[in-house]
């Protein structure tokens, strides 16, 4: 059965330190992977995605970056965080189209920066 | 452009009493629709989805939504809440060939004993 691995599960750090955040994905191959932010109070907004080894899409203009250096392994980073980059981290994978498939999440990563 | 309105950011109902969350979307084509659920510091799970198929759609833990689109509302619900079923819930919005979902804001269910 495919399952999704994201660590760490909890994160304090200062501002204008460096993030590395990191997920894998087993038992499927070729999956389309996300990474997802959720804020307090919010719903969730899709920070980057990837359809293969190399190939990331940004939705949105910001502070972090991404990579997929192998099939089934996402990595979010950045090179200083700033205290807007607080919240609730969300990897997920799909087969196919997430349009009309399933989205399959991890348990996320809880960042706080101070 | 696409985009989901979720009516109530908090619902509360007695454990063995009806749920309803409400959910309206808005979408330039047909949409898929989906119903996810996300329990305390967790990630999500899809509890339902439609997309084009029967209108009113069954999900997981007894929970079922019905497309309805004169009214853009895809409204979850349930017969009879379980203390188990306290959670937040999203409603999310998809356009055909679009790979971002569009997530409502969640609405959190609390169920009293």
């Known amino acids: 059965s495919q399952t999704i691995h994201q660590w760490p599960a909890t994160l304090v750090q200062p501002v204008g330190s460096p993030l590395s955040l990191e997920c894998t994905v087993e038992?499927?191959?070729?999956?389309?992977l996300y990474w997802y932010r959720q804020a307090a109070g919010r719903g969730l907004q899709l920070l980057f995605y990837?359809?293969?080894?190399?190939?990331i899409s940004s939705e949105v203009p910001q502070n972090l970056s991404a990579s997929r250096p192998q099939d089934r392994q996402f990595i979010l980073s950045s090179k200083k965080l700033l205290l807007s980059d607080s919240g609730f981290y969300l990897c997920a994978w799909s087969v196919g189209r997430v349009d009309t498939g399933e989205l399959f999440f991890g348990e996320g990563s809880r960042l706080t920066v101070l | 452009a696409q985009s989901v309105t979720q009516l109530d950011s908090h619902v509360s109902v007695s454990e063995g009493t009806p749920v309803l969350l409400r959910c309206n979307y808005s979408?330039?084509?047909?949409?898929?629709l989906f119903w996810y659920v996300q329990h305390p510091n967790k990630g999500l799970q899809l509890l339902l989805k439609y997309t084009s198929a029967a209108t009113l759609v069954k999900g997981i833990n007894g929970f079922e939504a019905e497309f309805k689109k004169s009214e853009t509302s895809f409204h979850l619900t349930k017969p009879s809440a379980h203390m188990s079923d306290a959670a937040e819930y999203f409603c999310v919005v998809s356009e055909t060939g679009r790979r971002a979902l569009t997530f409502g804001s969640g609405t959190r269910l609390q169920v009293q004993p």
């Open positions: 990837s359809v293969g080894i190399g190939q």
């Open positions: 979408s330039s084509y047909s949409p898929s």
């Open positions: 038992g499927t191959s070729n999956p389309n």
